[in-house]
């Protein structure tokens, strides 16, 4: 199992030799999201040849633009959902173990202005507690008011009565990825970025038997043959569906999820808040990330969708004015350091409901006439889990012989328990002391990308020869995280990080421009103009 893994393991070169040295794949992936790429390192786990396939890059859509939480998800034990809570309770014990260097326990705090909430939130999160079993995170219980008001600084006093802490999980999304793309190649599978499937093979009893693919860079077009494929394209499923059989039945109904990114100042402590009521029945969270404030999410329903969603004014503004009336310091459209959209798959649902919030957001596996497997909707604290059993549904239909998952205590790249978060760098947990060598080889990596951020050269370069990052957007939206943190600087730094990137990848002057060009249409979206867009512009 496994390979012994060098510097040119990461290498595009090297990784596309492996699709002509193959002649057929037991496994291939459509998608480097969360799910494809818990399928792939469940496959690999097993022994089973595997092969990734991601369009655009790991974690392009949905899985760079969550709420940052690994949780069992309280709002689906009021749902009264056990099942799905207590496996992704169980789900997070796993994530904390196999990955300390990007989950951690997050103390969350739901401030009480009713006479009733103390004892309500307190008696259901113990319960929550309950069914995290030998995986929980710590006992919820009630603080009174001045605890409240000293541990979250910038919550509205008037008529608080007190708080509930309780505790969950919280992690880096995107890092999280890219380790478990590294991982995978680690354990002996091929991910390919930048790789887009354009069909699917069939063989002559019209069943599904390997995919088209065409690389992006080269535009070279790959005819690639395999036992079992999976459908792992989270808001795209349909795409592929249609691909199998034109005509289909719509899987996904998508629903957009924004965010707003604040400075540290509106969250000054350590603890994250959970607001569990708003207006329209949602739950909001303001949480500490990358010493900034994460404040979301909205859940609208949208019938179109795009690599690139956009946050609607009606999101942006109800993210406000819920925030308002809890943050004594309420933030404005101003204070917004980026503002990001995502788009969760969830389950269309059969009845033609339209309240997104009661979809299920367990994840379904269906298996076509011709053999394609799909698996949609769930939820990145349960991909492990969501790989486990497509793999396990492959094996169910024939497609692979008999093997058991090795995921559950499987270490992810970079795994190092950490409590010393001070140093931004513990993101790369046991790569840490690598990429500083790589600074002691070279000291002007070790100067900042921009003299108001703490990111260095050095990351860049990391990226690019062991993260698999092929473009400026790849650096600075998914490995070094800046323009989630702040766009305005994410923009101000492209051409730096062209430029290290066109020297690590051989790329000429010409490349840069357009790679800054092309990074900047994108960041813009990140961007929270000063007054909202006239309403023409949201179409």
């Known amino acids: 199992m496994g390979k012994q893994v060098t510097e040119r393991s990461f290498q595009r070169e090297t990784l596309i030799q492996q699709l002509t040295s193959q002649p057929i794949w037991d496994l291939i992936v459509i998608g480097g999201g969360a799910t494809g790429l818990g399928v792939a390192l469940d496959g690999i786990s097993r022994g089973y040849k595997t092969l990734l396939l991601e369009q655009v890059d790991y974690a392009k859509g949905t899985s760079s633009r969550s709420t940052k939480l690994v949780h069992g998800g309280v709002r689906y034990l009021a749902q009264g959902d056990i099942g799905l809570v207590r496996e992704a309770l169980y789900e997070r014990g796993l994530l904390l173990k196999n990955a300390p260097h990007l989950v951690k326990n997050q103390d969350f705090i739901i401030p009480n202005y009713e006479w009733w909430g103390g004892a309500f939130y307190t008696i259901g999160l113990t319960m929550y507690d309950l069914l995290a079993g030998k995986l929980s995170l710590g006992a919820s219980k009630h603080l009174n008011k001045k605890e409240t008001v000293r541990r979250l600084g910038n919550i509205k006093t008037d008529g608080l009565r007190g708080g509930v802490l309780y505790h969950d999980g919280q992690f880096d999304d995107a890092r999280l990825a890219v380790n478990l793309a590294q991982t995978a190649i680690e354990q002996g599978g091929t991910l390919l970025n930048h790789f887009e499937v354009r069909n699917l093979l069939k063989d002559a009893q019209g069943k599904v038997a390997g995919v088209v693919a065409a690389d992006q860079e080269t535009g070279r077009v790959y005819e690639l043959t395999s036992k079992a494929v999976v459908n792992a394209t989270g808001i795209f499923v349909d795409e592929i569906l249609q691909m199998d059989q034109p005509g289909a039945k719509k899987l996904v109904r998508p629903s957009q999820g924004v965010h707003i990114v604040l400075d540290k100042s509106f969250l000054p402590g350590n603890d994250a808040i959970m607001i569990p009521k708003t207006d329209d029945g949602r739950v909001l969270f303001a949480v500490p990330w990358h010493e900034r404030v994460v404040l979301g999410t909205t859940d609208t329903p949208l019938s179109e969708y795009s690599q690139e969603p956009q946050a609607l004014e009606e999101e942006i503004d109800f993210i406000l004015r819920t925030a308002a009336r809890y943050l004594a310091r309420p933030p404005k459209r101003s204070d917004a350091l980026s503002v990001f959209a995502g788009l969760r798959p969830l ?42 059993d497509t793999v396990d549904k492959a094996i169910a239909i ?3 012989p008999k093997a058991q998952s090795q995921t559950a205590h499987l270490p992810i790249h970079g795994a190092l328990a950490t409590t010393d978060r001070s140093n931004h760098l513990y993101v790369y947990g046991s790569d840490q002391p690598a990429l500083q060598q790589l600074v002691a080889a070279e000291p002007t990596l070790g100067e900042k990308l921009d003299p108001t951020l703490e990111f260095l050269k050095a990351e860049v370069v990391w990226a690019a020869r062991y993260e698999l990052a092929r473009t400026v957007e790849d650096v600075l939206a998914r490995r070094v995280r ?15 990080v062209a430029a290290l990137l066109a020297r690590e990848l051989g790329h000429d ?15 813009q979206h990140y961007v929270l103009q000063s007054q909202p867009r006239p309403v023409a512009e949201e179409s």
Do not use: C, N
Not at 365 to 370: K, P, T
Not at 482 to 496: G, Y
């Open 347 to 388: 389950a269309a649902p059969q009845d033609g409901s339209e309240k997104t919030k009661e979809i299920s957001r367990s994840h379904k596996i269906l298996v076509s006439d011709a053999g394609l497997i799909t698996i949609t909707g769930g939820k990145w604290t349960t991909y492990r889990r969501m790989g486990q």
């Open 398 to 400: 024939g497609k692979l």
């Open 482 to 496: 800046v323009l989630f943190l702040d766009a305005q600087a994410a923009i101000r730094m492209a051409p730096e």
């Open 509 to 523: 002057a010409r490349w840069e421009q357009e790679q800054v060009a092309a990074f900047g249409k994108v960041a």
